[in-house]
């Protein structure tokens, strides 16, 4: 395998530069110095062997190669993340603390199951349960604030591992006299140009946007 003289320091220093527009926001942004910026900046330029950045007026962009790149470093950075979060999730587990996220909106036997976990052999672990949003919950297991989530699907996250634990229908309430009131199942495609109030996007953004 290649090896490759580029740091992460300097993969974000790259991303905060493209973010902010120039060395000194991103130093101010990342906590450090202008140099330190330019410093890991020129280090990575050096290794892909062409200027990532070119200045436009105030501001420095993204050359045709930086933009090129950005992508790659982006992911390159966010599982480098990810895999932070979860070995600090795993070491708090470790540590006899477990603590799990709940959608409220969950039905009513399975925010049962959700209230009664105790992992078996594990008498000592101390559970904690938050009630959450959906979004709150996926949002808090990526960062590994949480070990596990329950919420409501569809849940459009590659990084997350889910699995369909119960099922329920989705029910419209339609006014009486309505032309699909007197169906006993509503096909999605009958709803278009219907006016439908939905869930809220915050608690619920991924049933939001289906809907």
Partial sequence: MRRLKVTMDGQVAVLAVAEKGSLLAAGKYLG?????????????????GTPAFRIVGNKMEPT???NLYLPSTRESVRQAMLGVDRVRAFVRVQSHDLRIGYSTYLNTKL???????????????AVTRESL????????????????????LPIQEPDLQSQVLMEDSLVACLPIGHRLAVKSAIQPEELVNEPVVSVARRSLPGRHQEL
């Fill in 32 to 48: 450090i110095g202008k140099s330190a910026v330019h410093k890991r900046v020129s280090a990575v330029e050096r290794e892909i």
């Fill in 111 to 125: 925010l049962d199951v959700v209230r009664r976990i105790q992992p078996e052999g594990f008498d000592s672990l």
């Fill in 133 to 152: 949003s959906t979004h709150e919950a996926v949002v808090g297991v990526l960062r590994g604030e949480l070990h596990v989530g329950f919420g409501i």
């Fill in 64 to 66: 045709e190669v930086g």
